[in-house]
């Protein structure tokens, strides 16, 4: 995939940065850890800049990141609802259950939204629940264009200083979204198991 990208993007420059960062959004597999850096390396070897480099990959990112947020307004919170009332038992999940969350997120969403724009895979997919918690869109679109240029601008300024080592970055980053998701595997598990157990525990009081 790494060469398929890269190619692309030497070919069609700002434009390719742009849509490569729209899908990267969409399609958490496609990794920013190589658009970024490459588009840092690239304002080395041709007449690309770094401002124009930030402003396509950012402007990505900003398009992919709506998509989600209005998947999520479509879903919303109501009809997420309903389905689990009908369907939730089977995971042992109420409607009750996704109030909570949604309350939560109502709380600490913005500041949820801004430093998960900096975690892989994460960074993507947190829109659709700003979208399903009825998050008011522009202070989405702050919160995510703040972010998002934090981890942008971080990557570009990595990928132009290494030069043709620019790959380097990946490897760390990769590396970092590892653990990540590691991190992120063990805290569903153990969510998972904590809500199973309550759950067991409560239908023992009810017996």
Known sequence: MQTWITDFMEQFGYFGIFLML?????????????????????????????????????????????????????????RLERIVDRWGGLLRISGKDIRKADAWFDKYGYWTVLFCRMIPLVRSLISIPAGMSGMKFGVFMLF????????NVL??????????????????????????????????????????????NAGKVRG
Do not use: C, H, Q
């Open 22 to 78: 729209a899908l990267e959004n969409v399609f958490p597999p496609i990794p920013s850890e190589v658009i970024l850096p490459f588009g840092g390396f690239m304002t080395t070897t041709t007449d690309m800049t770094i401002p124009g480099v930030l402003i396509a990959s950012t402007a990505g990112s900003l398009l992919g990141a709506v998509i989600l947020y209005w998947i999520g307004r479509m879903l919303d919170v109501d």
């Open 155 to 200: 990557l570009v300024l990595l990928g132009a200083a290494l030069g043709e080592s620019w790959e380097d970055i990946a490897g760390i980053i990769g590396t970092y979204s590892s653990v990540v998701y590691a991190i992120i595997a063990a805290g569903l598990l153990l969510l998972g198991f904590l809500y199973y157990r309550k759950r067991l």
């Open 144 to 151: 995510t264009t703040i972010g998002t240029l934090g981890w």
